[in-house]
């Protein structure tokens, strides 16, 4: 890889103060999850959720992937992200259990970004792993660490190939340069508001 983008650290944004979905007006949850005993909890609107699963199923053995796009967010003494939008690298090199995020396809996300998402936060980023599970390997790792090093990012994973309960799970920061271990799941919610505001 050979990129030159600013990484801000290991410290984020402030949270924003807000209620989480399906305790504000016009959001529901559809699928709980597991919620973590601690840490940040990671939710993910339905629309960008059924995109990165579209792009997935259609890649089939090919590893595909983008970005996460939305809000970092406090209430209470609990934390929590609210994945709103996903953007396909689309200038990634995919390749059969590997993929590749060069400087075009970060040039090309930040771009979109500005473009189409002005006011959201970078979140992290989602792949694939077409039949081998959910995990974050070596390579997933580096690219954790060197770009999204700060505590409210996050790295979905998507199996294409397993069932419907095993297909995503999601990793966050349990602290400081640590990863959680195991795959967490996603608490997906819905906003209504969202489709009447929606710009296309
Ligand atoms: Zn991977």
Redesign the pocket.
């Known amino acids: 890889m050979n990129l030159r983008i600013r990484v801000k650290g290991a410290r984020g944004p402030e949270p924003v103060e807000r209620p989480p979905p399906g305790a504000r007006e016009g959001t529901k949850i559809l699928e709980p999850g597991r919620r973590p005993p601690s840490g940040l909890t990671v939710y993910v609107e339905r629309r960008p959720l059924e995109s990165m699963l579209r792009r997935a199923g259609v890649a089939g053995d090919y ?1 595909v992937g983008g970005f996460l796009l939305g809000a970092y967010c406090r209430h209470r003494d609990t934390r929590f992200v609210e994945i709103t939008a996903q953007v396909p690298a689309l200038k990634a090199e995919s390749a059969r259990a590997h ?1 590749t995020f060069g400087v075009e396809a970060v040039r090309e996300f930040h771009e979109t970004q500005a473009e189409r998402y002005p006011g959201t936060t970078v979140l992290g980023w989602w ?1 694939t ?1 077409p039949g081998y599970g959910l995990f ?2 070596a ?2 790792l580096f690219i954790h660490t060197s770009f999204y090093a700060a505590e409210h990012h996050v790295a979905v ?1 998507i199996d294409p190939r397993a069932g419907p309960r095993e297909a995503v799970g999601v990793f966050a920061w349990e602290g400081p340069g640590e990863v959680s271990p195991g795959a967490r799941t996603l608490v997906v919610y819905e906003d209504e508001r969202r489709r009447k505001t929606r710009r296309t």
Do not use: K, M
């Open positions: 590893e993929l792949h792993h974050l390997s390579d997933d994973v």
